[in-house]
């Protein structure tokens, strides 16, 4: 039996070579539309030897000269990542490019090997690291199936499902501990509906700015039940490179943060440990594609032309946290597994929030949309408008769904191991 499940040698020449076919001319048009441009750069930033060793190793890859243009390809990405690394962030675009453009250039070369596996690899290097979703779409939709489901797992964790959480939240999470985890000078309650508000219905939250869950709203999601099994994910798709953030979190110092990308299922084995985990943020439907028949796209975010930004996955362990910030899209967060703590204040509030204005201050907070409060553990000798504000403090369960109408400030803390997926729209 080969990789079609099929029988005949022929079926697998021809299915596999239709896939490159597919593929191949898709990878070659990128680079040849980007190649010029980053070689010109590369060469303005005194990187001639790199920029020369890139040419040639596309005029290899259109020659499949495999052999020698693969170890060209390796050497532009491992500059290229030396490059992040050193740096902290891209120092120029054309260092994003020379990775992604050998990246791709080596799923091609794996492609023609008819080694799908490393292929799917390098492409996943590829797409975390900002080759566009259109890109690498072919690979993960055409290729990546075919390995799905082949890997064996001894796993046999669970997540927690809504009736496990309604315990911990009667037996554990209760309100006067929750206020003490997170203090809130003062607070209102958040509006809370049973199901799935209609269009017309969110619609005025939206327009009024005013946030509000929807308890069970994404009850019916396949992904309820498919995704608390830990084993589903190392079955299904362990082998699939991830980015993980690791450490910091609510129970280690900042300074232990890093990230680092890992194969799924390396990660799902970290889900129960102590060291906190996290993959935050990462539009992980248009890398495993197979997961988006377990999910449905709320009707809202395209309702009244109004467009779907992103989708996001955010996996981890207990305590993972995201500071006090807002984003300019409404946003749908669902909570598939686990319980999360949301922290929400209106846009009204920003005055007593502290933003962080100067891009000097922390990089990631040059948007101009983080918090200099740690709502935890409130400085307000530093801070001390911060008494003023009033806040709203929400338990997420499995199969809530928070909207946040767009400019909502927003910080997250996981109390379980938790998985939440979000939508952005505007
Ligand atoms: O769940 C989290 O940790 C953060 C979610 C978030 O910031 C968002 O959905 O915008």
New binding site residues.
């Given amino acids: 039996m080969d990789l079609f499940g099929s029988d005949s040698d022929d079926e697998t020449i021809v299915n596999s070579s239709a896939i490159i076919q597919s593929i191949i001319p898709r990878i070659r048009n990128y680079i040849d539309r980007l190649i010029k441009q980053t070689c010109h750069d590369l060469n303005q930033l005194h990187q001639e030897p790199l920029s020369t060793e890139l040419a040639e190793s596309f005029v290899q890859f259109q020659n499949q000269l495999d052999v020698t243009c693969e170890s060209l390809a390796r050497r532009g990405c491992e500059a290229a990542l030396c490059n992040l690394k050193s740096k902290g962030k891209w120092e120029h675009v054309c260092w994003r490019e020379l990775f992604v453009i050998s990246k791709l250039i080596l799923v091609g070369i794996e492609l023609r090997k008819n080694d799908f596996e490393t292929a799917v690899l390098e492409a996943d290097y590829a797409f975390i690291l900002g080759a566009p979703k259109e890109e690498t779409n072919l690979v993960f939709r055409l290729v990546a199936p075919i390995l799905e489901g082949s890997r064996a797992s001894t796993e046999t964790g669970q997540l927690l499902g809504l009736q496990e959480v309604h315990e911990l939240v009667a037996t554990q999470w209760n309100d006067a501990v929750l206020s003490q985890l997170v203090p809130l000078p003062s607070s209102t309650s958040i509006k809370v509906f049973p199901g799935f508000l209609n269009s017309e219905e969110l619609e005025l939250f939206r327009v009024e700015n005013v946030p509000c869950v929807m308890t069970n709203g994404a009850g019916s999601w396949a992904a309820m039940n498919k995704w608390r099994d830990l084993n589903y994910w190392k079955t299904m798709f362990g082998n699939r490179i991830v980015p993980v953030e690791l450490g910091g979190g609510a129970t280690d110092s900042i300074a232990n943060w890093k990230e680092e990308m890992m194969p799924l299922e390396q990660f799902i084995d970290s889900l129960g440990g102590s060291s906190v985990a996290?993959l935050?943020?990462h539009p992980i439907f248009d890398q495993i594609m197979g997961l988006n028949k377990d999910i449905v796209t709320p009707l809202f975010c395209t309702h009244n032309g109004r467009q779907l930004k992103s989708r996001?996955i955010?996996m981890?362990t207990a305590s993972?946290?995201?500071p006090l910030?807002f984003?300019s899209f409404d946003?749908f967060?669902v909570q598939v597994a686990g319980l999360?703590l949301?922290v929400l204040f209106a846009a009204t509030e920003t005055p007593n929030l502290y933003t962080i204005e100067s891009s000097t201050e922390i990089a990631t907070a040059s948007q101009g949309n983080i918090s200099s409060i740690d709502v935890a553990s409130p400085d307000y000798s530093a801070f001390p408008k911060y008494r003023d504000a009033v806040g709203q403090l929400v338990l997420l369960k499995p199969g809530d769904v928070l909207f946040?109408p767009r400019g909502t400030w927003?910080y997250?803390?996981?109390l379980t191991p938790?998985l939440?997926t979000?939508f952005?729209f505007e």
């Fill in positions: 996290y935050a943020q996001s955010w981890g993972t946290v995201t910030h984003d946003n967060l999360k949301a946040m927003h997250m803390r996981s938790s939440s979000n952005w």
